[in-house]
């Protein structure tokens, strides 16, 4: 299996802070990296992926980058509605999540 | 509209079976790769099963002999049987739409499965 650890586990920002989330594979996944957000009680929601084609629909304040095993997820310019849980999850062998970053008003 | 819409969670004993049901519309579940995902109380998100277009099926080693996940086309539904169930298998179960190179892109919303004497 190939572990995802994503850091930190919590983060706290103000809005109009850059957010920015790392996500390290346990071996290489070239570009097969997504980025999910999800808030309380709702399904996941795709952000990003291929590690950094931005899905239909979500703000371009969202942008992602990396390959092999260093990925991350930036925030330009944080929203009131951004604040939720974010996990990134390998598709390159099987399907595995990170553990999740909470993004609190700080 | 593109929607999948799950169905079937409930209260189970230890032991026992339970089988949840996931509705597409606005597409066809038998030519896309579709699969399930929980989460526990609290926690993060665990990938549990999948079947490709061809029918293929995978699950997770922690599933693995007691899960099986199917699907009737003519329904346009995705299927979860659950046996053994322990009370370590609590929690929200999401289906959701797999492209191999847009990951998952279209869910659920979730039903409840709560493995509980």
């Known amino acids: 299996d190939i572990q995802m650890t994503q850091s930190p586990f919590t983060l706290s920002a103000s809005v109009g802070d850059r957010v920015t989330i790392t996500c390290r594979a346990g071996?290489?996944?070239?570009?097969?990296l997504a980025w999910y957000q999800q808030k309380p009680g709702k399904a996941p929601k795709l952000l990003i992926y291929?590690?950094?084609s931005l899905q239909r629909g979500v703000p371009s304040r969202f942008s992602g980058s990396g390959s092999g095993t260093e990925f991350t997820l930036t925030i330009s310019s944080l929203q009131p509605d951004d604040f939720a849980t974010y996990y990134c999850?390998?598709?390159?062998?099987?399907?595995?999540f990170g553990q999740g970053t909470k993004v609190e008003i700080k | 509209e593109v929607q999948l819409v799950e169905s079937g969670g409930d209260l189970v004993q230890p032991g026992g079976s339970l089988t949840v049901s996931c509705a597409a519309s606005?597409?066809?579940?038998?030519?896309?790769?579709m699969s399930w995902v929980r989460q526990a109380p609290g926690k993060g998100l665990e990938w549990v099963s999948l079947?490709?277009?061809?029918?293929?099926?995978y699950y997770a080693d922690s599933v693995s002999g007691r899960f099986a996940i199917s699907r009737d086309n003519s329904k346009n539904t995705l299927y979860l049987q659950m046996n053994s169930l322990r009370v370590e298998d609590t929690g929200v179960y999401y289906c959701?739409?797999?492209?191999?190179?847009?990951?998952?892109?279209?869910w659920g919303q979730g039903t409840m499965v709560t493995v509980s004497s």
């Open positions: 999850q390998q598709y390159y062998s099987y399907w595995m």
């Open positions: 079947i490709s277009g061809g029918g293929n099926t």
């Open positions: 291929k590690a950094s």
């Open positions: 071996q290489s996944i070239s570009d097969y």
């Open positions: 606005g597409f066809t579940v038998s030519s896309n790769y």
């Open positions: 959701a739409r797999y492209v191999t190179s847009d990951a998952f892109d279209i």
